[in-house]
T-cell receptor, first 116, second 116 residues
Framework: AQKITQTQPGMFVQEKEAVTLDCTYD???????LFWYKQPSSGEMIFLIY??????QNATEGRYSLNFQKARKSANLVISASQLGDSAMYFCAMREVGGSNYKLTFGKGTLLTVNP | DSGVTQTPKHLITATGQRVTLRCSPRSGDLSVYWYQQSLDQGLQFLIQ???????AKGNILERFSAQQFPDLHSELNLSSLELGDSALYFC???????????????FGPGTRLTVT
């Protein structure tokens, strides 16, 4: 069974600084996908970034990058130049690729607070 | 705006009642997923439909059922409601189920269900 672990219940960062949110995963699958979602206080789930298990380069999307270390089974999210609007809950998720079940398995999340 | 719509946004009902949550996927998306988010269980996958057919089931109670209609909208039916069913229910949609590619899931704004 797939499992996602986010060990940081809460993180604080100063505006304009970079922050890393940790995510480790456990799976016996060779092919899988890793996702990060942002959930602001308003409640919606916003897709941020995706990394495939066979992708050789780390994914980047604007200020978001994914530090993918396959051997360590980690997929940390790096947010550069934090903004006040980045304050939110962040979820790491995994999806099996190639099977018939495309569900996402989520971690418990990290609450990020950006201080001015 | 993810393009996924959910109605109603809020729902307050009493124990023992039955409710129906509605979801319209993004234009062109054939796959619909339902998730439940609660404080104690976190984000959990309930059920997935693809082009009208059930594809996968997660931790969905027998009191809950879902369907996807020919126009691809989906409904989640919750019956014999209990206090513990109070949660935020998300619908998400994604493109096809072809292997490979991110096929990230885009989430609707959610329906907040309160059972009193």
């Amino acid at each position: 069974a797939q499992k996602i672990t986010q060990t940081q219940p809460g993180m604080f960062v100063q505006e304009k600084e970079a922050v890393t949110l940790d995510c480790t995963y456990d799976t016996s699958d060779q092919s899988y996908g890793l996702f990060w979602y942002k959930q602001p206080s308003s409640g919606e789930m916003i897709f941020l970034i995706y990394q495939g298990s066979y992708d050789e380069q780390n994914a980047t999307e604007g200020r978001y990058s994914l530090n993918f270390q396959k051997a360590r089974k980690s997929a940390n999210l790096v947010i550069s130049a934090s903004q006040l609007g980045d304050s939110a809950m962040y979820f790491c998720a995994m999806r099996e690729v190639g099977g018939s079940n495309y569900k996402l398995t989520f971690g418990k999340g990290t609450l990020l607070t950006v201080n001015p | 705006d993810s393009g996924v719509t959910q109605t109603p946004k809020h729902l307050i009902t009493a124990t023992g009642q039955r409710v129906t949550l509605r979801c319209s996927p993004r234009s062109g998306d054939l796959s619909v997923y339902w998730y439940q988010q609660s404080l104690d269980q976190g984000l959990q996958f309930l059920i997935q439909y693809y082009n009208g057919e059930e594809r996968a089931k997660g931790n969905i109670l027998e009191r809950f059922s879902a369907q996807q209609f020919p126009d691809l909208h989906s409904e989640l039916n919750l019956s014999s409601l209990e206090l513990g069913d109070s949660a935020l229910y998300f619908c998400a949609s994604s493109r096809t189920l072809q292997r490979g590619g991110p096929y990230e899931q885009y989430f609707g704004p959610g329906t907040r269900l309160t059972v009193t």
